[in-house]
């Protein structure tokens, strides 16, 4: 008999010897049945054809489950290799795997492919799909596997095999005659795949080196409905649209160059635009109680020796080194060590604690080229950093203030919809259980206080300690991980930092990491798309432009720009000798917010007459009154 444990504590009685997860699922449900994908055997995910022949623990993962998500764009992706063998036989298929929203398969193939090769393709992966043949699952020994693939000439699967262990065995999916390498899970049947469509080609070394072969990279997307699948389209037109690059060029804002790869030339409307975020934060930290200071970008390696980087980050760091010095040093990847020197620079104690150490740090982590995208992956950025140094004791009040923060310059971003999520204690952890009990519970007291939604992350917090996560949601629905709060019980014990208690004894001060925006360059991005260019006015960096009807109103123009910028307004003027409707054009382009026109009635009146972005319509006012409405909203 066995005994098969479900989620619910829910124990079933099999009088079989054996049964498979299909057919527990079928004495469970009918529709059950239908929307399981695979399932989870005592912690293990593996098919629902899996035999189970002793007392188990079982859960169904289902369409509806993310995972389930990541089978069928799995199974998706193995029908894709499976119609180019049938459409292109001398094609060699290598790996294939999942991503976000999709998956990709890498063949090798003599001709180009191209989006016109699509519809082809996705014909022949529905006739495959219709063939109903299922999944099913075989064990090979290694050795007989490298014989498989030889024999129809797969020859990266070959080596992928042969870089194996000799005893080890392989499972090999087939799908009517077509075989795969793979570890599964696949769901046995192919009736969940309906809605996919094959997005883009690109070109990609096999195993990501620039000296092996250049390979076709064939991406996909897949979704349980066509509904699904119709609104992520939408969103990627959407998004398209709205690309920061572009934006970045017809706003001009910024550029970046091949011989700078992950760095940005901010120009200076760009550079103005990062300025008022830094100034927007600095003045927010300020009214808090944050201190600033700023800590060198060039440090000794000893420095990352002691605080544990060179050890663990040393590929991510740029390394320096100078003709007559023969120290090694990096460029800073993090600002925190730095915080930690200006700590130790004098005796701290209890009563002076916390301290909220701010600093707008540029940092530079190594990204592999092919990651690089735009302002939202670089490889030099500044990081609106803090530290805030405390005892125990204060971490829950110190997170409460950060969430607060947090929330508040999300808010005036123009992002309402932020979700938290609360990491706690990994397996290989330092510090002991008691400080990690009294930590996880300020940060949850912390974001409850405030009476906030969150999410447990299992496990997934740091070795030092647990952390709270923020995600806002953009205009059109795609989530971006964008602050943190991180405390750490690591780095001041390394550095030996210190406080004198109230028992007169030296204690180790407990370090908060915290970042709101994150990535400045990668906020301003996210603050471009999400806005699609048209952002909030206190941020735009030309709030207004100028438009003389003609030559004979630059005199007017020039005194009503002059007033305006007198009271902090960043107004342009444009007396270009072009029509009106050209430099209209141009500067909706451009994305300026207010147009303001001006010719003979408003001479005459002493007026304005001002058009704002996306809007027909146009107001006349005074220029008192143009100054107050925008001094409101500047504000
Ligand atoms: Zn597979
Ligand atoms: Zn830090």
């Known amino acids: 008999m066995l005994n098969i444990q479900l989620p619910d504590g829910k124990v079933l009685q099999f009088q079989e010897k054996k049964i498979t997860g299909l057919e527990i699922a079928e004495g469970i449900s009918i529709s059950l049945a239908k929307s399981a994908l695979a399932m989870e055997m005592d912690g293990k995910i593996c098919d629902l054809t899996t035999e189970i022949d002793q007392d188990s623990k079982v859960k169904f993962i289902t369409v509806n489950d993310e995972l389930g998500l990541e089978i069928i764009r799995h199974d998706t992706a193995h029908i894709l290799a499976q119609a180019i063998k049938e459409l292109y036989p001398s094609a060699l298929i290598t790996i294939g795997p999942v991503i976000k929203d999709g998956f990709y398969y890498d063949i090798s193939y003599d001709q180009h492919f191209s989006t016109d090769d699509f519809t082809a393709i996705e014909n022949k992966m529905r006739e495959i799909i219709k063939r109903n043949n299922g999944f099913v699952r075989k064990i090979v020994a290694r050795n007989e596997a490298i014989k498989m693939f030889e024999s129809i000439g797969e020859n990266y699967k070959v080596e992928i095999i042969k870089d194996l262990p000799e005893n080890e065995e392989v499972s090999v999916y087939y799908y009517g005659e077509f075989f795969d390498l793979c570890r599964g899970p696949h769901a046995s049947n192919t009736k969940h795949l309906k ?18 072969p250049m390979l076709q990279r064939i991406y996909g997307t897949a979704w349980r409905n066509n509904e699904e699948l119709e609104q992520y389209l939408k969103m990627i037109e959407e998004a398209e649209k709205r690309d920061h690059r572009r934006l970045g060029k017809e706003m001009d804002l910024f550029h970046f160059q091949d011989n700078a790869p992950g760095t940005v030339f901010w120009h200076s409307k760009g550079w103005q635009m990062f300025q008022t975020l830094v100034n927007f934060i600095r003045n927010k930290q300020t009214e808090s109680g944050y201190i600033e200071v700023s ?37 800073k990847p993090m600002s925190c060590p730095g915080a930690v020197q200006i700590y130790n620079h004098g005796l701290t104690s209890y009563r002076d604690l916390p301290i909220k150490m701010a600093e707008f740090g540029k940092v530079h982590r190594f990204e592999p080229s092919g990651s690089l995208h735009g302002l939202m992956r670089v490889r030099g950025f500044t990081q609106d950093d803090a530290h805030i140094f405390c ?28 979700k938290i999520k609360i990491s706690d204690r990994p397996d290989k952890r330092i510090g002991s259980d008691e400080v990690w009990d ?62 004198t208690g109230p028992d007169g004894n030296k204690h180790h001060p407990i370090m908060l990491h915290r970042a709101i925006l994150g990535s400045l360059e990668r906020f301003i991005g996210i603050m471009l798309e999400h806005h699609s260019g048209k952002l909030p006015l206190w941020l735009a960096p030309t709030q207004l432009v100028i438009l003389p ?48 026109i001006i010719g003979k009635n408003e001479e005459f009146n002493q007026t304005v007459t001002v058009r704002k972005l996306g809007e027909e319509k146009q107001i006349v006012f005074t220029v008192p009154e143009l100054i107050l409405s925008l001094e409101k909203e500047i504000k």
């Open 438 to 499: 009294k930590s996880e519970q300020a940060l949850i007291n912390a974001v409850e206080s405030m009476g906030i939604q969150y999410e447990i992350n299992k496990g997934e917090g740091a070795f030092y300690g647990p952390k709270i996560e923020f995600t806002l949601t953009d205009a059109i629905g795609r989530d971006w991980q964008i602050g943190t709060l991180q405390v750490d019980f690591n780095l001041p014990m390394r550095f030996n930092a210190l406080y």
């Open 549 to 596: 009807v003609s030559e004979q109103f630059n005199d007017y123009a020039i005194k009503v720009m002059n007033e305006l910028k007198f009271k902090g307004v960043r107004a342009e003027i444009d007396n270009d000798n072009q029509t009106l409707n050209y430099r209209l054009r141009k500067h909706i382009l451009a994305k300026v917010l207010l147009i303001v």
């Open 391 to 418: 005892t125990e004791e204060q971490i829950q009040e110190q997170s409460r203030e950060v969430c607060e923060f947090a929330l508040s310059i999300y808010k005036e971003c123009g992002f309402e919809d932020v």
């Open 295 to 331: 800590t060198p970008e060039l440090l000794c390696r000893s420095i990352w020796e002691v605080s544990g980087h060179w050890e663990k980050f040393k590929e991510n760091m740029f390394t320096a080194h100078a003709i007559g010095e023969e120290r090694e040093f990096a460029i």
């Open 195 to 212: 809605a996919f469509k094959l997005m883009k080609v690109a070109g990609a070394y096999w195993r990501g080196d620039s000296n092996k």
